[in-house]
């Protein structure tokens, strides 16, 4: 047996449409909820002033101070017409002017005078210089084999005085410093310039070169003139 029910009585068959419905109403109404705005009122009162005729404002009398009127003008002085007459009975003595030019005939003497030539200090390498500085003991080696003499005691001289820094080798310190310094017009050593790895070698390759002895200074067409010069020094720890 079939249970007969009404299609109009039936509460679900438009149950979407109501949830819709009311849902849009809710938002409507938390909307106008959240978008409310309210005013303090302010309240104005006004006072009226009673202004009285006693409390107008009495402005003092002034007196307006004369200046007194300007001096007048000094009364200009008239000059004087009257030219005196004044006879001429000086003397005056003329004064002559010599002429300064002289004459064709007089002898003028110059004093020669001696002209200075300015010789202008130039470096020359020592790699092109005509006649290179002389160690010490190369005096007497021919001047073709004085160039190779003068590199082998450089070199004698840095073994002699070589001592590795204590601690530059406890820190495992090592490398090529190369030393530029120039031997100067007299055969001195000046201008000694490092560049290395760390300090401590660069302050032995100075104190090793700042002992080289004096030397006889290069020449360049027969006149003494300074010598740069470059080596490199090794600081090299054995295993």
């Not at 006889?216 to 490199?232: D, L, N």
Request: aromatic residues 8%.
């Amino acid at each position: 047996m079939k249970i007969k029910k009404n299609p109009k009585v039936d509460l679900r068959k438009n149950s979407s449409l109501y949830f819709v419905i009311g849902l849009c109403f809710i938002l409507f109404i938390s909307w106008r909820a959240i978008e409310w705005r309210t005013y303090e009122k302010v309240f104005f009162d006004y006072q009226s002033v009673n202004v009285s005729d006693d409390d107008d404002e009495e402005i003092p009398i002034t007196e307006q101070l004369k200046t007194p009127p300007p001096p007048p003008p000094p009364t200009p002085v008239q000059a004087t017409t009257e030219i005196e007459i004044v006879e001429d009975e000086e003397e005056v003595e003329e004064t002559i002017i010599e002429s300064s030019e002289t004459d064709n005939e007089e002898i003028i003497e110059v004093e020669d005078v001696e002209i200075e030539e300015e010789i202008e200090e130039v470096d020359v390498p020592f790699a092109v210089i005509e006649d290179v500085p002389i160690f010490p003991g190369c005096e007497r080696v021919k001047k073709s084999e004085q160039r190779a003499c003068f590199q082998e005691q450089i070199n004698k001289h840095i073994r002699n005085n070589f001592r590795y820094p204590e601690i530059a080798q406890e820190m495992g310190i090592q490398g090529r410093v190369y030393v530029n310094f120039i031997i100067s017009k007299d055969g001195s050593i000046t201008n000694i310039r490092m560049r290395g790895p760390d300090k401590n070698l660069e302050k032995e390759a100075q104190r090793i070169i700042s002992k080289l002895p004096k030397m006889t200074p290069g020449k360049q067409r027969g006149r003494a003139v300074r010598v740069p010069f470059s080596i490199p020094i090794v600081f090299r720890l054995q295993n």
